[in-house]
């Protein structure tokens, strides 16, 4: 928040952010470029037994094991269809995120969240370090990802995970 003269503060003015835009079920969503390795059509992936709901499991990233974040799920907590899968650098390595359609680069305006994102109910707000718009819906630029579990990670670390059937 800034302030004009005679203390009254006025909402901080909102910034360009180049970022991959696409949705996560009835959200439109977005991640900063900066941490976007690639898209690509989702990837078999195999489930995980004893991991939070909006983990789908491993998938082979690059010849390497990488989890899979169903962005949707994560978000809102409901089931929606999958069209991409979004490979973004993660703290511990590269994470699949599973999006619905995937609109594009765009230079995306956002604010600080304070006031707006007390409106998305459901959504962890933990995860959002903006609000913009696309159109006149509300857009989410999110955090980087570090919503895997530590025991998702070990399980794509190296030793054969335990799968679900």
């Avoid at 909102?14 to 690509?40: S, W």
């Avoid at 991409?84 to 609109?103: E, H, K, N, Q």
């Amino acid at each position: 928040m800034g302030g004009l003269p005679g203390g009254v503060l006025t909402p901080a003015p909102a910034a360009g952010v180049a970022a991959l835009v696409f949705r996560a079920g009835p959200l439109y969503c977005a991640l900063p470029l900066g941490e976007v390795i690639e898209t690509m059509r989702p990837l078999h992936t195999r489930p995980l037994a004893g991991t939070p709901s909006y983990v789908r499991g491993l998938t082979i990233l690059r010849g390497a094991p990488a989890p899979v974040i169903d962005m949707t799920r994560l978000l809102t907590g409901a089931e929606a269809p999958v069209d991409r899968y979004v490979a973004v650098r993660a703290g511990r390595g590269p994470v699949a995120c599973a999006t619905g359609p995937v609109l594009g680069v765009r230079d995306v305006e956002v604010a600080p969240p304070e006031g707006p994102a007390a409106l998305f109910t459901g959504v962890s707000k933990a995860l959002i370090a903006a609000v913009g718009t696309v159109g006149t819906e509300p857009l989410l630029l999110l955090h980087s990802i570090a919503a895997v579990p530590d025991e998702v990670w070990e399980a794509a670390g190296g030793t054969p995970p335990e799968v679900a059937s």
